[in-house]
């Protein structure tokens, strides 16, 4: 890793692209301190166990905690890209259309998706309002009106989408994917806070259990390496399908591989099914005035609570069911059949197009299998730990972080690597 950054650092263009992308998460980084007019920031220091605010503060890359301009982060426009993507399987023949045309339909589409995150910002932005405002002790909101909703909603919503341009700025003119890395910048922000929030509680005020904290930390820590490696492990496996080329193609019946990774829809299927667990917690929100101590919006709230069993296991349920629908759409077995057969190449012992597209379609639905038991058990086994053994509520959402940390850091390695190479053939080129 440290070989490759000092190798990156060396070329100019790279090193420029990393410079930019800091300077991006600098500016998210000041804006998620920038509190919105209007709110009692100390206020929501108390719905900091609460799920919904877990998962909007991961996604909003910690903005949250602080109410800040740029709270609701990139959720609207994750959430937006779903609707968007299933809206494409034939629900909206317009939009089916547009992602059969290629670069001139992916930039309409975009266009949608973008239109769709502002409603979805400035609703979300309400919904969490209103919700926050009457769980909170101290009064989130200071004087609570429409006029006052309204005010805080389109500051939250001009927020939301200046980060979705930090984001794509960062995509285009920097390394690695700028909505993770907005999130990913997020999660580490506030490692340093866990770690001493964790030692307050385990160290500080352990009284007599300070012998028996110091060996549970010890095995907290090795497991989390373990669980490292495993989720390193897991990602950078693939299944490599052996491909040959006809003569008439290359000239020699050249042999080569097509590689199919084992989690193809990477960190994907987490941050949808997190997405997805988030938006009826919001519609809640609405209700949560006058109807909080109803037993509809108690079993409702439940339900969509990813600390309770059945919210964990929809929760579950949800990444396993993104991860299989995301691999397809990720992979795509026609367009990878059609183009085996226009390049020459075929499968041994498969038919070239509708057969190889029925073995792929079944190799993938395979890996999905374990992929998505993979970021299942990624994603609950913290959930599971944090009820069990009374660990930080922060923990909950470890699994998803962590998904979340190592998938955008081996994207963004991957990124500049291949920028690497390109400059290496491109000067070969040149010579």
Do not use: C
Not at 4 to 32: C, E, H, S, Y
Not at 213 to 237: D, P, R, S
Not at 262 to 269: C, E, F, K, R, T
């Amino acid at each position: 890793m440290f070989t490759l950054l000092k190798n990156a650092f060396q070329v100019k263009d790279i090193r420029n692209r990393i410079f930019f992308t800091l300077a991006m998460l600098i500016v998210f980084r000041i804006g998620a301190h920038i509190t919105v007019p209007g709110v009692n920031a100390g206020a929501i220091q108390t719905l900091a166990s609460t799920g919904l605010f877990s998962l909007l503060n991961t996604f909003g890359g910690g903005a949250l905690s602080q109410y800040s301009i740029f709270a609701m982060g990139v959720s609207p426009y994750i959430t937006a890209s779903i609707v968007v993507q299933l809206l494409q399987m034939d629900i909206i023949p317009k939009f089916t259309e547009w992602s059969k045309q290629g670069e001139v339909g992916r930039r309409k589409l975009n266009q949608s998706t973008k239109y769709l995150a502002v409603v979805l910002a400035f609703v979300q932005s309400i919904g969490i309002s209103i919700g926050f405002n009457q769980l909170s002790d101290l009064g989130l909101i200071n004087n609570p009106g429409i006029r006052t909703y309204l005010i805080i909603a389109l500051i939250m919503t001009a927020g939301s989408m200046f980060v979705i341009f930090i984001g794509d700025s960062i995509t285009m003119h920097g390394v690695g994917n700028g909505t993770s890395l907005i999130i990913f910048s997020g999660i580490v922000a506030r490692v340093p806070v866990d770690v001493v929030s964790f030692y307050q509680d385990r160290f500080v005020n352990a009284g007599d259990d300070l012998t028996k904290n110091i060996i549970f930390t010890i095995a907290l820590l090795v497991a989390m390496v373990l669980v490292v490696i495993f989720v390193v492990f897991i990602q950078q496996a693939e299944r490599r399908i052996p491909v040959q080329y006809s003569k008439r193609a290359t000239g020699s019946n050249q042999a080569a591989h097509l590689p199919l990774k084992i989690n193809s829809a990477g960190v994907i299927p987490v941050i949808f099914a997190s997405s997805f667990m988030m938006t009826p917690q919001t519609i809640l929100g609405f209700f949560a005035a006058n109807h909080g101590e109803a037993t509809w919006y108690q079993v409702m709230n439940t339900i969509f609570n990813f600390r309770e069993p059945i919210g964990a296991a929809i929760y579950t349920i949800l990444i396993i069911v993104f991860t299989y629908f995301y691999a397809l759409i990720q992979i795509n077995p026609e367009k990878m059949a059609e183009n085996l057969q226009k390049s020459g190449a075929y499968i041994p012992s498969v038919r070239p197009g509708r057969g190889t597209e029925e073995y792929i379609t079944a190799l993938l639905m395979r890996l999905s299998t374990v992929g998505a038991l993979f970021l299942g058990l990624i994603a609950l086994l913290p959930i599971v730990a944090s009820a069990l053994w009374n660990l930080p509520d922060s923990l909950a959402l470890g699994g998803t972080s962590l998904l979340i940390i190592v998938g955008t850091a081996l994207d963004t390695a991957k990124q500049i690597e291949g920028r690497m190479v390109k400059r290496n053939y491109q000067g070969f080129i040149q010579k």
